[in-house]
């Protein structure tokens, strides 16, 4: 079956601008949830959605944001990007928390704020 | 709270060699352990799980055993091979999000 797939897969954006990031979960998998990855900070859970409700939140900014459809893919939207903002931007699915089978992830958006 | 400490890399071994990447937590509960991969320009790949105290976490010649009485989940393989060169990630979840390690970059050599 069809893995997690982001989109785009790189972008380029001027600091100030906002984008927005696509992610399709596994069939069946209801649960979203979003990491950001940098060399200095690693990584970092940004949220989780379950059912087109926010779950669980980490500690960024209200400038990231994101939602769930009714069909489980969810976006995440970052406003007023900043230099530091560019990272690798993963999403990952699972079938229910997560605790039983863990989390399978997409290839990731590369975000370059210049 | 709730954290993941893994040794410092990079780890350099020769094909062949026997593998250990010692990963710790700090959590509250029970919460399941889990080791993901990262080979370059690539996502996170789920290599092992392991969801109580004393399971055994298995998969392509990689073992880790959840060890609660010293709240550690190491991973080991006995031969290494060139394809195993990645970054290898230690995780736990209490439900709902994981909390990566700060990752362990291993280079294996021919």
């Known amino acids: 079956k069809a893995g997690v797939t982001q989109t785009p897969r790189y972008l380029i954006k001027t600091r100030g601008q906002q984008v927005t990031l696509s992610c399709s979960p596994i069939?069946?998998?209801?649960?979203v949830s979003w990491y950001q990855q940098t060399p200095g900070q690693g990584l970092q859970f940004l949220f989780e959605?379950?059912?087109?409700?926010?779950?669980n939140k980490g500690n960024f900014p209200g400038r990231f944001s994101g939602r769930q459809f009714s069909n489980s893919r969810s976006e995440m939207n970052v406003s007023t990007l900043e230099l530091g903002d560019s990272a690798l931007y993963l999403c990952?699915?699972?079938?229910?928390?997560?605790?039983?089978?863990?989390?399978?992830f997409g290839s990731g958006t590369r975000l370059t704020v210049v | 709270g709730n954290s993941v400490t893994q040794m410092e890399g990079p780890v350099t071994l020769s094909e062949e060699a026997f593998l250990t990447i010692n990963c710790t937590y700090t959590a509250t509960g029970y919460p399941s352990l889990f080791w993901y991969v990262q080979y370059p320009g690539e996502g996170l790949q789920l290599l092992l799980k392991?969801?109580?105290?004393?399971d055994k976490g298995s998969n392509k010649g990689f073992e880790a055993t959840y060890r609660k009485e010293t709240t550690s989940f190491h991973l080991e393989k006995g031969s290494v091979q060139v394809s195993d060169s990645a970054v290898y990630f230690c995780a736990l979840s209490n439900g709902g999000k994981l909390i990566f390690g700060q990752g362990t970059e291993l280079s294996v050599k021919p």
């Open positions: 069939s069946g998998h209801r649960s």
């Open positions: 959605y379950f059912s087109e409700t926010q779950r």
């Open positions: 392991a969801t109580k105290a004393d």
């Open positions: 990952a699915s699972s079938l229910g928390d997560g605790r039983d089978n863990g989390y399978t």
